[in-house]
């Protein structure tokens, strides 16, 4: 559709003269500069929702973590400086917390990644069943996250559940698993899950790169004699590495901020022991109604992911030209 | 010599590939076909041994006591309403707004521009308690507006990104000629911007929807009502009520899962062609 409209728009433009187009720009800007009020007015409506549900509630967010948040109106709120904070890192649960938050995003990130790559590349020619293949993978992407949930927890359930009785068919276990009884078995369920529903995300992003790799040089390098795994490492890896870089930070965000998995198959338990970052802080402030500790919470956890975002972008971006 | 052995084995490796990919999609599949199954099975909660695909005596006695006296008929449509609404202001204002950063120069655009990737990194529930106590002032909550207001802004950032790239590539020779027209910038926009962009804006409404659709941590944060329950946390209620009807869960699950299917089948042609003229370039 656009590809038409963008060769037809291209020819005119290219007949007459083959000068360097850079004199429409200009004259461009010169006329939009002259209605100076028309872009903020498109922008208007949609930064002014935005600003009010997501760049005041940082802020408001900020706030709030400095104080004994009083939830009722009319009583004052006492200061606490960055007693939240102090609290929190003396905080054994808060420290688990970010300790099953990071598995997660461990265990769940590296596969995501290579098996979307996997998919995108196997899916990426023209191959009998192409588009039912790709509806199946992205299928999990699409379904809510709690379906998927509750799906997984009929499935690992303890008691005659379809993966202890795969298992237990293929004799990797001779007794069924309690997977939501224990700390890592149910971490291990959960991020079972979290890779399964988002290889679908990563495929399809890849997919998206992957037409923008010029044909011709994956050919030149057949041609030079370079065999699959060599074309693979030295041409489609490096033509990817931008997308790479997006989907290893979309993901690492992601990870850390698992919530609904752990919230409604172990709700942080037995005993706190599955607690995660976010389930940690939801608690906090719609439990215990202690919305300053809650905030506290959860700004530890956005310095965390901008850090290690900041540290991606540094990692990947250099070697660029 | 070299050519005959290059053929069998790009033959033997398309098998394998073709190999690789139905054992993939059935691994994906899998765990659909079973809540599926379980869907039509009278007693779910007894788990068989060796688990059984087809039902025995297959019934939709599940799927009729959902819609029905689980009240189910009512959510989907408290979900519909909801997430139509939501979607179509999500990508009339992202729209707007990346038509804006994608052809227009003005005061603070870089700045602006930084706001929204801020967004983008901050999504998810983290602002959940300042947002609590936003909607309470504005006395939205257990209301559809204070789902509607918030999940406009919670999809706004990305789908302004996405939309800002692909308007980005559209060449400014079209939009000069309507310029000489006398055409102004809102006629533009609707007359030409929008119809070039529809791949990307067929990605970015399926995204608003599924997001809208799917939205689990805020609804059930702020909808106390029975009656003003949506699809995603009616089930998860349902689910902790009878923790054993799993015949009746996964009914109501099929049920919430069928839209989003058809929106997906209609959409997905446009739908990678969407993504890789946006945002995702290389």
Known sequence: ?321 | MMIVANRKYSKVLRASRFTTLCIGSVIMLLPFAYMVSTSFKKHAYLFESPPRFIPKEPTVSNYVQAWTTGNFSRYFFNSLFVTSISTVLTVLFASMAAFAFAKFNFVGKKWLFLMLLTGLVVPGIVLIIPQFIIAAHLHLIDSFGGLILFYVGMNFALNTFLLRGFMEDIPNELDDAMKVDGANSWKRFIGLYIPLSRPALATVSLFSFLASWDEFAWAITIINSEDKRTLPIAIALFHGQHQTSWGLVFAASVIALIPVVIVFLFAQKHFVQGLSLGAVKG
């Open chain 1, 1 to 321: 559709m656009s590809e038409v409209a963008e060769r037809k728009s291209g020819e005119p433009s290219a007949l007459p003269s083959p000068k360097p187009p850079k004199r429409v720009p200009i004259a461009r800007r010169r006329k939009s500069m002259g209605n100076r009020i028309t872009p903020y007015l498109f922008l208007f409506p949609g930064i002014g929702v935005f600003s009010l549900t997501i760049l005041f509630p940082i802020v408001k967010s900020l706030q709030i973590s400095f104080y004994k948040w009083r939830v009722l109106p009319g009583i004052p709120s006492p200061f606490l400086g960055f007693g939240n904070y102090t609290r929190a890192l003396h905080d054994p649960i808060f420290w688990r917390a970010l300790v099953n938050s990071g598995f997660y995003m461990l265990v769940t990130v590296p596969p995501q990644i290579i098996l979307g790559l996997l998919a995108a590349m196997l899916l990426n020619d023209k191959i009998r069943g192409r588009g039912l293949f790709r509806i199946l993978i992205y299928l999990p992407v699409i379904t809510s996250w709690v379906v998927v949930t509750l799906l997984f927890l009929y499935l690992f359930s303890g008691d005659g559940g379809f993966f202890n009785w795969i298992l237990k068919d293929l004799h990797l276990i001779h007794q069924d698993v309690q997977w939501f009884g224990s700390r890592w078995p149910a971490m291990i369920a959960m991020s079972a899950l979290g890779i399964w529903k988002g290889i679908g995300w990563s495929m399809i992003i890849y997919l998206a790169a992957l037409q923008t790799v010029n044909p011709e040089l994956v050919e030149a390098a057949a041609i030079d004699g370079a065999g699959a795994v060599r074309r693979f490492f030295a041409v489609t890896i490096p033509a990817v590495r931008r997308t790479t870089t997006f989907i290893s930070m979309m993901l690492v965000i992601g990870g850390f901020n698992v919530f609904i998995q752990v919230y409604l198959m172990t709700e942080g338990g037995p005993l706190g022991s599955t607690e995660v970052l976010l389930t940690y802080m939801y608690r906090q402030a719609f439990s215990y109604l202690d919305f300053g500790y809650g905030s506290a919470i959860a700004f530890l956890l956005t310095g965390i992911i901008l850090v290690l975002s900041g540290v991606q972008w540094r990692f990947f971006r250099p070697s660029e030209k």
